[in-house]
């Protein structure tokens, strides 16, 4: 099973940018699509945004289309969140997590999940 570990969280002010690293150990990333999810305080997990298992293809939440972008580095077992034009809604844990299945338009998550980096956007 992978294991992953998040980080590149902390506090910026909207409109700011921040990015995201997912180191993976024990095993390949490149056998699985991933993604990344959120939790804000009091909400439910979301799911942010996808990559395939090359990254020839990538599926972004509404909220966040045309400001996140999700890539991939197989070699070196990462993957990355970019997030530009920050605001204070997208506040919360953001987790790296496999993924059981993976199309152009859905995602569901898998068992191996990080413990999350905290995201705070000051408005």
């Known amino acids: 099973q992978v294991q992953l570990v998040e980080s590149g969280g902390g506090m910026v002010q909207a409109g700011g940018s921040l990015r995201l690293y997912c180191a993976a150990s024990?095993?390949?990333?490149?056998?699985?699509?991933m993604g990344w999810f959120r939790q804000a305080p009091g909400k439910a997990r979301e799911f942010v945004a996808g990559?395939?298992?090359?990254?020839?293809?990538?599926l972004l939440a509404e909220s966040v289309k045309g400001r996140f972008t999700i890539s991939r580095d197989n070699v070196k077992n990462m993957v990355y969140l970019q997030m530009n034009s920050l605001k204070p809604e997208d506040t919360a844990v953001y987790y790296c997590v496999t993924a059981t299945f993976y199309s152009g338009d859905d995602f569901r998550p898998g068992h191996s999940w990080g413990r999350g980096t905290q995201v705070t956007v000051a408005s």
């Open positions: 024990g095993r390949t990333i490149s056998d699985y699509p």
């Open positions: 990559i395939s298992t090359r990254g020839q293809s990538t």
